[in-house]
């Protein structure tokens, strides 16, 4: 599916726990959120992004899996005004496997926080989580 031109910012956060190697929380972001700017501040990992393809992997994985409902009534329901979220399995994002978490406890290590900001989020969630997947 073509990727729209829409204007957007991205970012992911990941908690890096003193049991944690750092670098390894960076592969797990960079897994999700590919060719964005990574910062390590105060005990965790940041992404930004302001290229919709950052989330080409996510929306694949999404579409291969047709977990579609699941991802859009998490964004439906962390909307706020012109943000959302939702989260990911920090560890299986490390082994390269997207998976959501509802809640931030499903993910043991802590989960990674990806927030989406834009004046177009519903085509965002049309485009990462079609409402119909064939």
């Known amino acids: 599916m073509n990727i729209p031109n829409i ?14 190697d750092q670098e390894k929380i960076r592969t797990a972001v960079s ?4 060719d ?10 940041k992404a ?10 996510v929306q694949e994985a999404i579409r291969k899996r047709k977990v579609n ?8 329901y962390n909307t706020n005004g012109e943000t959302t979220w939702f989260y990911l399995n920090k560890q299986a994002a490390y ?3 997207i998976a959501i978490c509802e809640e931030a406890e499903e993910s043991p290590l ?5 927030i989406l900001h834009s004046k177009n989020l519903e085509k965002i969630t ?4 079609p409402e119909f997947i064939y």
């Open 31 to 34: 897994n999700v959120i590919l």
């Open 69 to 76: 409902r699941v991802y859009r009534r998490q964004m439906r």
């Open 126 to 129: 049309d485009w990462l989580a």
């Open 48 to 57: 930004v992004s302001r290229d919709l393809r950052s989330l080409s992997k």
């Open 95 to 97: 082994v390269d496997v």
């Open 36 to 45: 964005a700017n990574y910062e390590y501040k105060e005990g965790s990992i």
């Open 7 to 20: 204007a957007c910012k991205i970012e992911a956060y990941a908690s890096v726990n003193p049991s944690e």
């Open 110 to 114: 802590g989960p990674i926080k990806v």
